[in-house]
Structure formats: structure tokens, C-alpha cells
């Protein structure tokens, strides 16, 4: 189970500001349904300064208390000061997130951000209209519609350093895992870094020391992470870059085992093995 501060519970129980702003001067969106979370903020603005906001969240706790709290942060705040909010004050005023749940926080910025970018001094502007003239972002991750410049703003704002720290605050690279090659270019463009060379060495293992690497990563690695929730893992079999894994425990009837394979299983896997492997839950 996450830790959760007695801050985010209130929030989710208690949530405020709830609801929707007729004629609302500002309007923002982020997530989206099919990526399982997704967050409208509506804001009320007089003379520069944030007079009322609202929200519409669908998501777990945590975006729920994210969306709560920065509602609470922003009103009565000028727009000016408004503008500099980050996920990581967010998150803060929380008491903090655990790293898988910090998305939430990135969500409410997004969506600030969102608003704020529509936003004019001289009044309310049609957000579709808006969006016509907008230079189209590069989507970086399909599966959750995340772009380059959410992944880099997230980089930015929170220091990341590795593609699983990226997938934890905007879940780029959280499904299919396809992406976390571009994600690993971003970083590495971020930070200037030349690429490890160590694909070549990767590629020299014969299939019984491949096994046996995979089976040591599995026991001493990501097992023993798992287990630290309740949960398990066991290998079933190999073939080639395809592991077969069989979850137990609390992992076993969870219901995001899929994100645990692909978000952490196979990821660790990758990194440590090969980045052909693909891991399958039987």
C-alpha cells in the first residue's frame, strides 16, 4: 500500500471546489479518459486576480486531492503568481505523493497551465479557437497522449534522472513501453549526455546466460520490491525476449497489474537485460 498524507486523505474525502463555472474567464484540460485520469479546471478572474475556481476530476484519490487542493491554492491569488504554480508545489502542499501518484500533481499543472495559456487580460478567450492556431506538439507516448513538452517540463520542475522517474509523473512509457527509447533521448538531450554504450554487451549473451540473468533481476531485484506491498512474482518460463511472469499476492488481484508488468517488470528487465524484452502475465 502508498503512504498517503493525512492531507491527501482529507482532500479525497472531502473534496473542494468541486463543480463548474458558467462563463468561466479560463478554462483548462488535462488527461484524458482512455489514459484513466483526466482533470477541467474552470476559473472566475476580476482585475488580475483568481476570484473563484472549480473542477471536474476523474481519476483515483490522489488526482482527486491534487485537483482540490490547487483550487484552494490559486483563489485569491493574481493571475501573475498563479502562473508560476508547479506540480512540485502542488504535490508539497499535499504533505507529499508517493513517486507512482505524482502524475496527479503534473495533471493540476497541466491543466492550470492549460487555462492560464487561454487566458488573456483583456477577457475570456474560446479555447478552440485557440487551439486552430496552435503549433501541433509532438507526442511522444500514444498510449497516454503525453508530449515532449510535458515530458520536459516534468524533467525541469522535478530534476528527473531516469525513464521509470518520467513514467511515475506523467506515465510516459507506462503501457506498451515502446516510447521509453524517445523518453531516454529526451533525457539524455536534457542533460547533455553522450548514451552508455552498453547495447553490444547486451546483445553477446548466449540464451542460458540471458536466463540466467533474467531470473536473477526477477529474485533480487524486483521481487523483493514487490513483496514490500504485499505481492510476488515467479518466473514461468522464457522464450527468447518473451518472460513469462505469474503475479501472486496482493499483485496478483490488482488491478493495475498490467502497469506493475509494463511500468516496472518488463521496464527493470529492459534495462538490465535487453530492450527486446517483453514480459507476459499467465
Known amino acids: 500500500m502508498w503512504d498517503y498524507s493525512e492531507k491527501v486523505i482529507d482532500h479525497y474525502r472531502n473534496p473542494r471546489n468541486v463543480g463548474k463555472i458558467d462563463n468561466a474567464d479560463a478554462i483548462g484540460e488535462a488527461g484524458s479518459l482512455a489514459c484513466g485520469d483526466s482533470l477541467k479546471i474552470y476559473l472566475k478572474i476580476e482585475n488580475g486576480i483568481v476570484t473563484d475556481a472549480k473542477f471536474q476530476t476523474f481519476g483515483c484519490g490522489s488526482a482527486v486531492a491534487s485537483s482540490s487542493i490547487l483550487t484552494e491554492m490559486i483563489i485569491g491569488k493574481p493571475v501573475s503568481e498563479v502562473r508560476k504554480i508547479t506540480n512540485k508545489d502542488i504535490a508539497d502542499e499535499l504533505g507529499g505523493l508517493p513517486p507512482e501518484k505524482m502524475h496527479c500533481s503534473v495533471m493540476g499543472y497541466e491543466a492550470l497551465e492549460d487555462a492560464l495559456k487561454n487566458y488573456h487580460e483583456d ?24 508530449t515532449e513538452n510535458v515530458i520536459l517540463d516534468a524533467i525541469k520542475q522535478n530534476g528527473l534522472k531516469t525513464v521509470e522517474e518520467v513514467t511515475n509523473y506523467t506515465k510516459a512509457g507506462g503501457a506498451c513501453g515502446k516510447c521509453k527509447g524517445s523518453i531516454q533521448a529526451i ?3 536534457f542533460y547533455n549526455r ?9 546483445k553477446t549473451l548466449s540464451p542460458a546466460q540471458k536466463i540466467l540473468k533474467i531470473n536473477s533481476i526477477i529474485e533480487n531485484k524486483i521481487s ?22 505469474k503475479l501472486q499476492g496482493k499483485c ?3 488491478k493495475n497489474s498490467t502497469l506493475t508488468i509494463k511500468a516496472f517488470v518488463e521496464s527493470t528487465l529492459k ?7 517483453e514480459v507476459i502475465e499467465v
Open 123 to 146: 477577457g475570456w478567450v474560446d479555447i478552440e479557437d485557440l487551439k486552430e492556431d496552435e503549433v501541433q506538439e509532438k507526442i511522444i507516448c500514444t498510449c497516454f497522449n503525453v
Open 187 to 189: 533525457l539524455d538531450k
Open 194 to 202: 553522450i548514451p552508455d554504450k552498453i547495447q553490444p554487451q547486451v
Open 224 to 245: 523483493p520490491e514487490l513483496q514490500k506491498d504485499g505481492g510476488d512474482i515467479t518466473l514461468v518460463d522464457i522464450d527468447e525476449n518473451k518472460v513469462y511472469v
Open 252 to 254: 496478483s488481484g490488482c
Open 271 to 277: 534495462e538490465g537485460v535487453s530492450p527486446d524484452i
